[in-house]
């Protein structure tokens, strides 16, 4: 019986301690996996969305001088950032010349207006949604920095400066980073489709562009030819028969200094979750013989390019 007992306290205390060894084990896991402020982990990684925050909250949350971190959502690189101003969405600097440079990279080296699809990361570590230009413009605070001026961080409902206007090309961005897109789509007009899927193209956000295109074969292969596309203008869309609109699109290709015009008529179906567009479309699109031809004129900056979701019907 002493041997039983004695047997029975050694197995306790194996347990025991073998308990408290994986308890251990884990806070150490713990504590090398937590990332530096600012930065994110690679559990985060896993789930790369934001939170689909509205302005009216962000703007309480990242006040003016606040910093933060600027995830490229594509890329996943990074850069630090402080809010210097802004009413109807964040105006913001680069801290460094090293952020800049980041910055610049995303943007293959090249500062332009296009929209990028980003995650905020607030010092607190909450991730939310967001849409960024690459266009250094107006004044800026921060000194060495290498950025001449701020840039602009859209989010839920956010508008433009110039017209007050919500911006369609900063809010698709918006849904991308917080993985809303085909729960947004669901609630569009046939006629909004349209406008998303010129603004998605115009926007070199194929993916989105592709989701717009009803085909019961893998549509990628066919939209990777649009990438050929620099910028795009859908305007005039009239409903003229039932799942019917003309539209009157304007494009110029990256290998020309051409600007392409044509009045084409485009069939939308009821698929899926919400409506699409008859994939002949896109051959239409890179049929420069069907087009009339013009010398490219300098467009409008997509600043000020302000797309709104209006119902034509």
Partial sequence: MQIDKRAGRMIVGIVSGTFLLLIG?????????EPPEGQISDLDEKVPYGEFLSWDAVDKIFPKSAKATVVDYDTGMQFEVQR??????????????????????????????????????LKNGLRIAASMN?????????????FDGHFCIHFRDCKTHASNRV???????????????????QSLTPA?????????LNQHELNIAGKLVNSEDDIMPMMENLGSIETIRAENIKKVADNSYSISVSIIFNDSNREYRKNMVINLVARKAYWQIDANVINI?????????????????????????????
């Fill in 25 to 33: 084990i884990m806070l150490i896991c713990r504590l090398s996996l």
């Fill in 84 to 121: 210097r101003g802004g009413s109807n969405h964040a105006d913001v600097q680069p801290l460094t010349a090293n952020d800049t440079a980041i910055m610049k990279s995303i943007y293959a080296g090249k500062w332009g207006w296009r929209r990028k699809a980003v995650i905020l990361q």
């Fill in 134 to 146: 690459g266009m250094p413009h107006g004044q800026g605070a921060i000194q060495n920095n290498n």
């Fill in 167 to 185: 911006d369609l090309a900063h809010q698709m961005m918006v849904w991308k980073a917080g993985n809303v897109v085909d729960q947004q789509l």
């Fill in 192 to 200: 909004e489709i349209l406008t998303v899927f010129f603004t998605a």
């Fill in 285 to 313: 699109l890179l049929d420069k013989r069907s087009m009339a031809s013009f010398q490219a004129i300098n467009t409008i900056p997509m600043e000020q390019e302000d797309w709104e979701l209006v119902d034509n019907d």
